[in-house]
């Protein structure tokens, strides 16, 4: 029998093919989506992976096997099924492994409205349901099983896109665009038609087998290629997607990457310009520059654990205008609170295409503070590396401690952030200070009690 707890995670299913999953168990999983969301109609899209279609169709036969009538808007990326989802008001599935490599793939599930399925939405009833037909056999299909039918929604999502932020309006700008193979090479040729956009695109061809490099720009070495392509021909800017083109990643015009935390900065005083007071929701390793721009503009930053599904039900909560990541997850209550890399990138462009200046320039005002960046340490004992971390600063003048996501520990002119990770045997160290040589120092002082 399929060892479940291995594919099924924090958020979404995710497991080699076909030695973790196949399309007998996709089957089952869409056979339990529908009894979980009690839907009469769902939709599902998938990336470019060669396992997606047969994932894809396979979880189709399983839904309709339950009565649901299932809408197949076939290849697209993630945030374009949460558009389907949204627009449609159908619980979604989007059949994608995101940036993992070619042989992995997984399934990211919404209810109706792109509202999150993760382990206390819904996650762990499908995965205990499916563990009961694995070990009994499979339900049988209803007397009247649904209808399977295709609909294309690319120009749907790219207009509804467009509606949200203006480009028509912009100076023209030279954009190199890598897509790493993945779906952004299938949204951003129909979202920026008709802009005033000269588009160099990089890796566009879909192939899930990413022949050039991982479709994962959160690793420096994936958007080596990007810097290049930017320096050489001169570009206004760079743009980066992962595999399912949910995420975005910034370059400037010097190639020198952006970070996330500075682009939530800048989306959120262009969505508080829109409404001013509204809140803007950050997760706890975001750089001290996110709250700061976002009282600047008038509006209330709340703070939240790390993780979409954290992220979505704080946006919901609050009634928040935004949300952003240092992961570079950017959620927009005009896209029912979910994440959209294109829709972030569209205000970037906007907000460089409506001034002069370069974007290094306009960055600036949002990027304040020196980083560490994300740094792992493998460890055997997460929670007593934590209990050492927490016992070193406890009681220090001036230090500030804080559980809401792993251990937090603020002071003056720096704070650091150490979690553990849900997926593997790794504490995950983020630091920040006013200078660098204060970054060093805290970075060194924490990994010598982690890693000693």
């Known amino acids: 029998m399929a060892d479940l707890s291995q594919i099924v995670k924090a958020y979404d299913v995710r497991g080699v093919v076909p030695d973790q999953w196949d399309e007998g168990l996709a089957e089952l999983f869409g056979a339990a989506f529908v009894q979980v969301t009690e839907a009469d109609g769902i939709v599902i899209g998938h990336d470019m992976r060669p396992s997606s279609p047969g994932l894809s169709r396979a979880f189709a036969r399983g839904a309709a096997g339950r009565g649901a009538d299932v809408t197949e808007i076939g290849l697209c990326s993630t945030d374009e099924l949460y558009y389907a989802s949204g627009a449609l008001d159908l619980p979604g599935a989007m059949f994608t492994a995101s940036h993992n490599p070619a042989q992995y793939n997984g399934i ?50 790219a207009a509804h896109l467009r509606s949200l932020v203006d480009l028509v309006h912009i100076r023209p700008l030279k954009v190199v665009v890598d897509a790493g193979n993945g779906m952004g090479g299938h949204t951003v040729p129909t979202v920026f038609q008709g802009l005033p956009v000269e588009l160099d695109p990089m890796y566009f061809e879909l192939d899930g087998t990413f022949p050039n490099h991982e479709a994962n720009p959160l690793d420096p070495k994936n958007i080596v290629d990007l810097q290049a392509r930017v320096r050489e021909t001169g570009a206004d800017i760079g743009l980066a997607f992962d595999g399912d083109a949910d995420r975005c990643f910034v370059v400037d015009e010097n190639g020198d990457p952006v970070s996330p935390s500075a682009i939530t900065a800048l989306v959120a005083s262009r969505e508080l310009a829109k ?38 039900a704080e946006m919901a909560r609050t009634g928040a205008i935004f949300g952003g990541e240092h992961s570079a997850h950017y959620y927009f209550r005009d896209f029912w609170n979910a994440d959209t890399g294109m829709l972030a990138a569209m205000h970037v462009l906007a907000a460089l295409g409506g001034q002069d200046g370069p974007l290094s320039g306009l960055v600036a005002q949002y990027d304040r503070y020196a980083a ?38 603020t002071a003056t002119d720096w704070w650091f952030n150490l979690r553990p990770s849900n997926t593997e045997p790794l504490l995950r160290l983020n630091a920040e200070g006013r200078d660098a040589a204060t970054v060093d120092r805290v ?4 990994l010598a009690i982690v890693r000693g």
Not at 278 to 302: F, L
Not at 394 to 402: A, F, K, P, S
Not at 443 to 446: F, G, K, L, N
């Open 372 to 409: 560490s960046g994300e740094i792992n340490s493998t460890v055997d004992d997460q929670a007593g590396r934590l209990a050492a971390i927490k016992a070193a600063y406890e009681g220090r003048e001036g230090v500030e401690l804080d559980e809401l996501d792993g251990l937090t520990v």
């Open 275 to 312: 409404e001013p007071g509204a809140t803007v929701i950050h997760n706890c390793i975001t750089s001290w520059s996110v709250p700061e721009v976002v009282k600047e503009s008038g509006g209330r930053p709340v703070r939240t654990r790390v993780g979409h599904s954290f992220i979505k």
């Open 443 to 446: 970075r060194d002082e924490v």
């Open 108 to 157: 990211k599930m919404c209810r109706a409205g792109a509202a999150p399925v993760g382990q206390d939405t819904g996650l762990a009833d499908i995965r205990a349901l499916v563990e009961g037909w694995l070990e009994n056999g499979a339900p049988e299909p209803v007397a009247e099983t649904g209808s399977v039918t295709q609909r294309d929604v690319l120009g749907d999502y």
